[in-house]
């Protein structure tokens, strides 16, 4: 819930405008009253983030943006870029990760938000940086 909440609530939101978004989720999720009180906070604690903040403010700003592109050695990746924002002439790329125990993952995410990143810097000529956000 708290990715859906992400993918669509404008950025500098304040509580009313996160819950009115945490509602609807939590009605198409079926989630609990519980559940949408904690994924309003969580969404709210996130959007204080200071990175949250610098794409709140940027000109260049994209979400949930679908990229593909073929590696040197042929393979075809794609995936959806959780958040994208450009600022000082570089891409910073986010990947947004809510897993209760990220143990054993971190080398899949840690490449799959590079990939990200290099998609993005293939496709814009920019330089980019991944970040995994643990939310």
């Not at 708290?2 to 819950?19: E, F």
């Not at 050695?73 to 947004?96: H, P, Q, R, S």
Request: charged share 25%; net charge negative; hydrophobic share 45%.
């Amino acid at each position: 819930m708290v990715h859906a909440i992400l993918s669509t609530v404008a950025l500098d939101s304040g509580t009313n405008a996160i819950a009115e978004i945490a509602r609807v989720q939590g009605r198409v999720l079926g989630a609990n009253e519980e559940e949408v009180e904690s994924a309003i906070e969580t969404v709210r604690r996130t959007l204080d983030h200071p990175l949250l903040k610098l794409a709140a403010a940027a000109v260049h700003c994209r979400r949930e943006v679908p990229v593909a592109m073929k590696l040197e050695d042929g393979i075809m990746v794609e995936g959806v870029v959780d958040l994208a924002f450009k600022n000082d002439g570089a891409w910073t790329v986010i990947d947004y990760k809510t897993d209760f125990e990220m143990k054993g993952r971190m080398e899949e995410y840690i490449n799959q938000v590079r990939l990200y990143g290099l998609a993005i810097s293939k496709a814009t000529g920019d330089k980019a940086r991944g970040i995994l956000l643990r939310i």
